[in-house]
């Protein structure tokens, strides 16, 4: 088989899901009665972008089987490629497109931009490993992300030894200035915005001359499963990370070492799907669910029956299937905020109030999420409540109008849920998917080609 190699001078990461200058308003699809569907999902991006990472700072060559291809992780190879590390598509019979080699450099080098996109975990995950470069690597962003926390990720390399310039910003754009070595050592950082910055520290951390001892100093951390994630994709690697204490990781220095994965499905990315049979009533199957993972979207099998739903498993098929009608719920989303766009999108359709907590850190996101579906949801006559760390939903019945994606692919795919039982909603920018998941119309339309008989 034929593989192909990409350069930072060759590669697009958009390439054909380029958002257009002037996106279309997009009809949502209508089901004509309960959905009973199976679907396949492209691989997890939480995943995918934590294993290129580590793929680039290895001591061998990787492959990475099924992973995602989309605006994030496509951003995360150019970002990797730009600094010298070798990446190839190999040709494969997966559905969603090609497998990924993964050589490291001899040397990672600077002397150049990265283009962060609206992708956090590049932005995060990435000027550790510049700083272990040689030479300047300056980073920027989408205009939309530009504002996107990073405080945190500088004062830390800052603390680190590592020499960063940013203008008193405390922000992107920002130049690292590698010189092939970073001290390391300990530091306290203040992660409460993100549990990114304590990924992103940690994925570098082994090849740190004096490793990594972090401590998190505020009130709360969110999304620690992705943390969890994280240290667990470095054990597979042959790197321990010690929790002496909770908000606290140490990593000596140690080699990490090449490996072959196999990524996971996006569970994250499966909450629209799955809802999507509680809405309808009907039912909906994920192929490929693993049986024990990290992902925060694996808790949609409990979160589901919270509404009503019924959930079954069969081997690695995870199945959905909505009752009579949908309970109002008391949610709290502190460990899986990402999942909140879709399951308020539920909220707003059942028959009771719900009140969901702990996402206060998702008005940072692409979007400020809570002002987002408030706005939205109350646009189609519903009855939404911002709160200092969630949100409030009243039931009314909706009726069609725009829903804007506010350039955030999870706003665009909890209007295509809502749109589901609501004839004339039209997503405005559905192609804000693409960040994660660019084939979800097409997928969202054959979802719908069959009827479910209780």
């Not at 494969?92 to 150049?112: K, N, Q, W």
């Not at 004062?155 to 203008?167: K, M, P, T």
Request: charged residues 20%; negative net charge.
């Amino acid at each position: 088989m034929q593989s192909r190699t990409y350069s930072a001078s060759d590669f697009d990461p958009y390439g054909d899901r380029q958002r257009p200058e002037n996106p279309e308003l997009w009809p949502a699809p209508v089901a004509d009665g309960p959905l009973d569907a199976v679907v396949a999902l492209p691989g997890s991006k939480s995943l995918t972008n934590r294993e290129l990472v580590l793929s680039a700072l290895a001591d061998g060559p990787s492959t990475l089987t099924a992973p995602l291809h989309s605006q994030d992780s496509d951003r995360m190879v150019e970002a990797l490629a730009a600094l010298g590390t070798r990446i190839e598509r190999v040709p494969s019979a997966h559905p969603f497109g090609a497998d990924l080699r993964i050589s490291p450099a001899d040397e990672l080098l600077g002397s150049t931009t990265i283009d962060c996109g609206q992708a956090g975990t590049v932005m995060r995950f990435t000027p550790p490993l510049a700083a272990l470069a040689l030479g300047p690597t300056t980073f920027d962003a989408d205009p939309s992300a530009v504002g996107r926390p990073m405080h945190a990720m500088i004062e830390a390399l800052r603390a680190l030894g590592v020499d960063l310039a940013d203008e008193g910003r405390g922000s992107l754009p920002f130049t690292v200035h590698g010189t092939g070595s970073v001290e390391g050592g300990e530091i306290t950082i203040d992660a409460s915005a993100s549990s990114q910055f304590v990924s992103g520290l940690l994925l570098s951390a082994p090849r740190f001359e004096r490793g990594l001892v972090l401590h998190h100093s505020g009130q709360r951390l969110p999304s620690l499963p992705h943390i969890e994630m994280t240290i667990a994709t470095l054990a597979a690697r042959g790197v321990t990370v010690e929790t002496p204490a909770p908000g606290t990781w140490s990593v000596a220095p140690q080699p990490i070492r090449g490996r072959d994965v196999a990524i996971e499905p996006d569970l994250s990315n499966a909450a629209p799907f799955l809802a999507a049979a509680v809405a309808t009533g009907g039912r909906v199957t994920i192929t490929g669910w693993p049986e024990s993972t990290t992902q925060v979207g694996a808790d949609l099998a409990t979160l589901l029956l919270k509404f009503g739903a019924s959930v079954t498993r069969d081997g690695d098929r995870l199945t959905v299937t909505g009752g009579p009608s949908i309970s109002g719920v008391e949610l709290d989303l502190s460990t899986g905020g990402e999942l909140a766009p879709a399951l308020v999108a539920l909220a707003a359709l059942a028959d009771s109030p719900s009140e969901i907590t702990g996402i206060g850190h998702i008005r940072h996101h692409e979007t400020d999420r809570l002002a987002a579906l408030a706005a939205e949801v109350n646009g189609l006559g519903g009855s939404v409540t911002e709160l200092p760390d969630g949100l409030r939903i009243e039931p009314r019945p909706l009726h069609g109008g725009v829903w804007r994606s506010h350039k955030d692919h999870r706003m665009s795919t909890a209007g295509a849920l809502i749109g589901l039982v609501t004839p004339g909603v039209e997503v405005h920018d559905i192609g804000a998917t693409a960040k994660t998941l660019p084939e979800f119309p097409e997928l969202w339309h054959g979802m719908l080609e069959k009827a479910y008989t209780p």
